[in-house]
């Protein structure tokens, strides 16, 4: 089983830039795609970035292009999540999360669809003050 653990969380002004970082408990990236999602209080949560590290496909919800980039480190089994021009409207908790790579996969990473998740992570908060 797949365990994941986020860090990297905190509190920021608005502007500025926070790196989070998702570690996996075993090598994933070859059979997996991992996501980032976020839940903001009294919100659905909502997929943010996701990675296909097997054919580097980058997906990102309209609401953080250009702002946000996901990557992967996998010798260190670890996707981060580089977020810059932070606004009060990002501030959630973030969740990173992993699916099987199979058919529904990709669908999954590109669409941003929670309930295809199978692992996740406690989460890291991030606060962005205006």
């Known amino acids: 089983e797949v365990q994941l653990v986020e860090s990297g969380g905190g509190l920021v002004q608005a502007g500025g830039s926070l790196r989070l970082s998702c570690v996996a408990s075993?090598?994933?990236?070859?059979?997996?795609?991992i996501g980032w999602f976020r839940q903001a209080p009294g919100k659905e949560r909502e997929g943010v970035a996701c990675?296909?590290?097997?054919?580097?496909?980058?997906y990102y919800a309209d609401s953080v292009k250009g702002r946000f980039t996901i990557s992967s480190d996998d010798a260190k089994n670890t996707v981060y999540l580089q977020m810059d021009s932070l606004k009060a409207e990002d501030t959630a908790v973030y969740y990173c999360?992993?699916?099987?790579?199979?058919?529904?996969?990709?669908?999954?990473?590109?669409?941003?669809?929670?309930?295809?998740?199978?692992?996740w992570g406690q989460g890291t908060q991030v606060t962005v003050s205006s």
């Open positions: 999360a992993a699916r099987s790579r199979d058919y529904y996969s990709d669908y999954a990473c590109s669409a941003g669809v929670r309930s295809l998740f199978d692992y």
């Open positions: 990675i296909s590290s097997r054919d580097g496909g980058t």
């Open positions: 075993l090598f994933i990236f070859e059979n997996y795609v």
